[in-house]
């Protein structure tokens, strides 16, 4: 039989699944299960602490990649992300206490690229 093969697959019950690679559908839902698209789960106006701030800047730059590696993003788009993940985790590095005003803008800083991130 010339598609032996064919039939084997077809009885096994094989599909074809798309590939995050090759697939822009498959590539967008990867980016909405990133671990920096769940929300923190803080109160409204409750300004993180200087650990978690950190802690989040560097799950963005994990998802950032991944997201880049599935195609969900461009190059130019991911290196803007990085980047501004980057300058926050930069800031918050080390530091034990920072003012609630600070960690307030670095919080809105961090959501903005999740925003970004999540939402394409």
Not at 5 to 23: C, E, I, M, W
Not at 38 to 46: D, I, Q, S, T
Not at 73 to 100: F, I, M, N, S, Y
């Amino acid at each position: 039989m010339a598609y032996a093969f064919l039939f084997t697959a077809l009885l096994l019950g094989a599909t074809p699944t798309p590939s995050p690679y090759t697939s822009p559908v498959a590539a967008e839902r990867a980016a909405h299960t990133l671990p920096a698209c769940r929300p923190l789960g803080l109160a409204p106006g409750v300004v993180p602490a200087t650990s978690v701030l950190a802690t989040r800047a560097n799950v963005l730059q994990a998802d950032i990649a991944t997201a880049r590696k599935a195609r969900a993003l461009t190059q130019e788009q991911a290196d803007a992300l990085w980047q501004q993940a980057d300058q926050v985790r930069q800031r918050v590095a080390g530091k034990v206490r920072l003012p609630v005003a600070t960690r307030a803008a670095t919080h809105r800083t961090l959501e903005s690229v999740a925003t970004q991130l999540c939402h394409r």
